[in-house]
C-alpha cells in the first residue's frame, strides 16, 4: 500500500511547527502591543501563522522570532493599513488592568500602598507617551523582546530603538522622582 | 570651575550610557573600557548612582507588568490549534 504523505512536505511541516510553536506566547504579547486589543491580537497572531507556514520553503532557519516578528508587522500593516504600524492604537492595555502589584503577594518588605501609588503614577506617566516612545518601551521592558527583537517588530533601525527606549524610560523616571515628594506634601 | 564642568561632562558621558549598561543587551553592549570608566564614575558620583537606582526601579515597575500582560492560556491553546490544522492539512 502507498503511503499519499509527500516526505517534502512533512518535513516543511515539521519544520514549521518546530520554528513556531515555542514563539507564539512573544507573538501574542508583541501583537497585543502593536493592536492594544486581546482580540485583534489573536487574529493578528492567526494570521501570521498562516503567512508564515506559506513563507517557510523561503526561510533559513536562523532566527525564527525574528523571522516572525517581520512577517507579523507586515501582517499588521496590511491589516490595519489605516493605523500606523508601530503605534499602539488602544491604551487600554495597562490602563484598564488591575494595578501591577496585584499580580504577586507583597512581600514582608513591600510596602503594598507605595507599590500601587507607585504602578499609578506609572501607569499615567506611561500613558502621556507618545505612542511611538511607549510601544518601544512595552517591548523591551514589558514584553522582554531584546532591541533587535524590537527592531523587527517595529520595523524601525536598532538604533532607533535605543534612542526612544532612552527618551521614553527618562520621561517616565523624571515623571515618578516627583512622586515622594508629593506624599511627603500630605 | 573647570572642575564643575569637568565633573558635569563626566555625568553627561555616563547618563547616556548608563540604559545600555543595565540592560547589556546583546546588540548594544559597552566595550570594556566604557565599562570601567563608567563603574569608575559611577563608585564617585552619587547623582548618577541615584539614576542608576531610578532606572532600577522603573524597571522592577515596568517588570511587574510582564505577569498580568500575560496572553490569555485559552487564545494560546487556540493557536497552537491553528498550528496543527495547518500541519494536519499539510500531511
Known amino acids: 500500500m502507498q503511503d499519499s504523505t509527500d516526505p517534502q512536505q512533512q518535513a516543511r511541516a515539521e519544520r514549521f511547527r518546530r520554528f513556531v510553536e515555542p514563539e507564539i506566547e512573544v507573538l501574542l504579547r508583541v501583537a497585543r502591543t502593536l493592536t492594544g486589543s486581546g482580540v485583534d491580537a489573536e487574529d493578528l497572531v492567526q494570521e501570521t501563522l498562516i503567512r508564515a507556514y506559506r513563507a517557510t520553503d523561503k526561510f533559513d532557519g536562523r532566527h525564527p522570532r525574528a523571522w516572525l516578528l517581520t512577517i507579523l508587522r507586515n501582517t499588521n500593516s496590511n491589516m490595519h493599513r489605516r493605523k500606523r504600524p508601530d503605534l499602539v492604537a488602544d491604551w487600554e492595555v495597562v490602563g484598564g488592568h488591575r494595578p501591577a502589584f496585584g499580580a504577586r503577594p507583597p512581600t514582608a518588605t513591600d510596602d503594598a500602598a507605595l507599590h500601587a501609588e507607585l504602578d499609578a503614577g506609572l501607569r499615567r506617566a506611561v500613558d502621556a507617551l507618545d505612542p511611538r516612545f511607549r510601544a518601544v518601551l512595552l517591548l523591551v521592558d514589558v514584553d522582554q523582546l531584546s532591541y533587535a527583537d524590537t527592531a523587527q517588530a517595529l520595523g524601525i533601525p536598532v538604533g532607533t530603538v535605543m534612542s526612544r527606549l532612552h527618551r521614553a524610560r527618562n520621561r517616565v523616571r523624571t515623571a515618578l522622582r516627583v512622586r515622594p515628594a508629593t506624599r511627603s506634601d500630605r | ?91
Open chain 2, 1 to 91: 570651575m573647570i572642575a564643575t564642568i569637568r565633573q558635569m561632562l563626566r555625568c553627561h558621558w555616563s547618563a547616556r550610557r548608563i540604559q545600555r549598561y543595565l540592560d547589556a543587551d546583546p546588540v548594544a553592549r559597552l566595550a570594556p573600557a566604557e565599562l570601567r570608566r563608567l563603574e569608575e564614575h559611577l563608585a564617585r558620583c552619587e547623582r548618577c548612582t541615584a539614576v542608576v537606582e531610578e532606572h532600577r526601579l522603573l524597571s522592577r515597575l515596568l517588570g511587574g507588568w510582564t505577569e498580568f500582560r500575560a496572553p490569555d492560556p485559552r487564545a494560546v491553546a487556540r493557536l497552537r490549534a491553528t498550528v496543527d490544522s495547518l500541519v494536519a492539512d499539510a500531511l
